[in-house]
């Protein structure tokens, strides 16, 4: 039997009313004034970007968010909830240049960086009131009429205090990661974007002869990418395998790992009942390290000497494995991490002969080739020199740019980075305090995470995104700035104080270097966008300018002294106990 639906009954209605009632009656503003001498239980709103509409997925993420919340009211605690605008990074640009018609960060350089934030700006906003309907409806409180912004010049002025302070401890240098980056975009991508975009891709390899120096002999090198190897600076071995030199029946002497002389050299053509090879002498990989080899482009050879580094001999690694290719590896440090810890172990040259866009570079005879275009050229120009044993297909996974879809490369690129690895004991110390729910993921992901920390590349090249705060000169010189005041006094400028702190505004503030007496300008970097989420606890205060005791109402001085002092952080992310160091 079925029950007609009286018209109070009608769900939508009811939640109307309740939301109207809230709204009229302030009763959220009420919940927290009741409770205003309580003990405060902080809540940090993860952000939403604005100029993305909200989806079925928000509802989930937006209701667990408010339980907590509001049981903790329900107990006594005073819970204050500020709400947040993420209107940083890539997204942002993606939206913007889709509405110009514009394509990658030449084309916004052309289009001119001051409108272009500007319109980032405007973006953000574009969906503001879906969003704070849609947060009504789903009954989320958070104090949406003073929100934090993350490209507002206050919270930046915070996260410049902070990166001062990381600064005075010695634990903010410039050096050079290798990152999956997109050349369209002109960005790195982290490990969880790389792992939205990978495709199942056929492509040919190079099996290239290297000939060794001082005898009529070839190392037989394997590589999935032909277009690094103009970039060639050594060959790696693994210390602790077989290797052989053998007479091969094209007639070429070669070495390659004994594991894999059948599978590579099987294939050659040979009089019936002659072997394909025959072993003339057997060493381990220890055996043929620093041996030398004539270097296979003589660019790679001009590149080297400009440095006056030594390279092209073979290095040793147990990274180097027996399952494909000949257990011989080429090295090219600036295009891939084991090669640049195989680079940095041997104190080998850097050369990198692939741009910002991912071409090739003038010094290589394939000028103005996207890599992955070069590829069969390289190949063609290594059959012609009588230097390219094999080009085999292989089929496997490679990135693409989950944007725009173009194939990533991993790349040297200069950053910015924070010493993590100096506090890792304090970061594993202090996870080790949270409490967290379920128990598993700070013990095991997370904390396997930490365990394994590397320093962390902060820097970037977007356009809208905070600006880092070092001033540099050409003699070398350089300088952390940690608040508008302090820069309006080191250049002598009080209008610097007034100064918008995002690209192009901040870079006409310059400063007189105290060494040569020249002026020193910003660098052109930005900060990850992840800083600007770890910074949110204290930032969102303007902290320590500003609203010092509503900050340190939530933190106690004394455990606030302890964050910078002793290296911990106070929130339960990496990247604000990166943040707090």
């Known amino acids: 039997m079925y029950q007609k639906v009286s018209a109070d009954m009608n769900f939508v209605d009811r939640e109307k009313n309740v939301e109207k009632f809230w709204k009229d009656n302030d009763i959220f503003k009420k919940s927290m004034e009741n409770r205003k001498e309580g003990e405060t239980y902080t809540f940090y709103d993860g952000p939403p970007t604005a100029n993305g509409k909200p989806h079925i997925g928000h509802v989930l993420t937006r209701v667990i968010k408010d339980m907590i919340p509001r049981y903790r009211t329900m ?10 605008w993420d209107t940083h990074g890539l997204p942002v640009e ?37 969003w704070e309907d849609f947060s009504g409806t789903v009954g989320f409180w958070a104090d949406m009429d003073n929100p934090y912004v993350t490209y507002d010049d206050n919270f930046i002025e915070s996260e410049w205090w902070a990166l001062k302070e990381i600064w005075n401890k010695g634990l903010l240098y410039k050096g050079f990661k290798i990152v999956p980056y997109c050349p369209r975009c002109g960005t790195p991508l982290s490990s969880a ?30 590589t999935t990418t032909p277009w690094t190897l103009p970039s060639n600076v050594a060959l790696c071995v693994n210390p602790e395998d077989t290797y052989v030199k053998v007479k091969a029946a094209d007639g070429y002497t070669y070495y390659l790992a004994q594991a894999l002389a059948d599978k590579v050299l099987g294939k050659l053509v040979a009089e019936e009942g002659q072997k394909a090879y025959e072993v003339l002498e057997t060493y381990t990989g220890k055996d043929l390290e620093y041996k030398e080899y004539e270097p296979l482009y ?64 003038k010094e290589t005879p394939f000028a103005g080739l996207f890599v992955k275009k070069a590829d069969p050229e390289v190949l063609k120009d290594l059959d012609a020199e009588g230097k390219l044993f094999d080009a085999p297909k292989f089929e496997h996974d490679y990135p693409f740019c989950w944007r725009c879809d173009t194939p990533l490369i991993y790349y040297a690129r200069e ?42 590349g902060v820097s970037f090249c977007f356009a809208i995104l905070s600006p880092f705060n070092i001033w540099e000169c050409e003699c070398g010189h350089r300088e952390c700035i940690g608040s508008r005041a302090e820069l309006a006094e080191r250049s002598g400028n009080p209008d610097a104080a007034k100064v918008e702190l995002h690209r192009p505004y901040i870079d006409a503030v310059t400063i007189k270097c105290p ?25 969102q205060h303007h902290y320590p300018f500003e609203n010092k005791e509503v900050f340190e109402k939530q933190f106690p001085a004394k455990f606030i002294s302890e964050a910078v002092d002793q290296t911990r952080g106070w929130f339960f992310t990496l990247h604000a106990i990166a943040t707090m160091v």
């Open 515 to 539: 060494e040569c007496g020249k002026d020193m300008h910003r660098v052109p970097e930005v900060l990850d966008c992840w800083f600007d989420s770890g910074a949110m606890p204290f930032a």
């Open 75 to 84: 107990k006594g605690y005073m819970v204050p909830r500020k709400a947040g």
């Open 298 to 361: 003589a660019c790679a050879k001009e590149c080297a000497d400009k440095q006056n580094k030594k390279g092209f001999f073979v290095t040793c690694d147990t990274y180097v494995t027996m399952t494909d290719g000949t257990g011989i590896v080429h090295i090219a440090p600036a295009f891939g991490e084991d090669d640049a810890n195989v680079g940095r172990n041997y104190d080998l040259p850097f050369v990198q002969f692939v741009d910002g866009k991912g071409e090739m570079t």
């Open 193 to 222: 974007e790389v792992s939205q975009g990978y495709k199942t891709v056929k492509e040919r390899s190079a099996i290239a002869r290297f000939k060794a120096a001082g005898e009529d002999a070839y190392f037989l090198v394997w």
């Open 94 to 130: 993606l939206e913007v240049e889709k509405l110009l018609g514009l394509n990658g960060k030449e084309q916004i350089e052309e289009y001119g960086m001051e409108p272009f934030i500007k319109k980032c700006k405007e973006s953000v906003w574009k969906y503001k009131g879906m």
């Open 415 to 456: 950053s910015w980075f924070i010493k993590m690895t100096a506090v890792k004991d304090d970061l594993v110390r202090n996870n080790k305090t949270i409490n967290w729910i379920p128990a598993s993921i700070g013990e095991g992901r997370f904390g396997n995470w930490l365990e394994n920390i590397q320093d962390w």
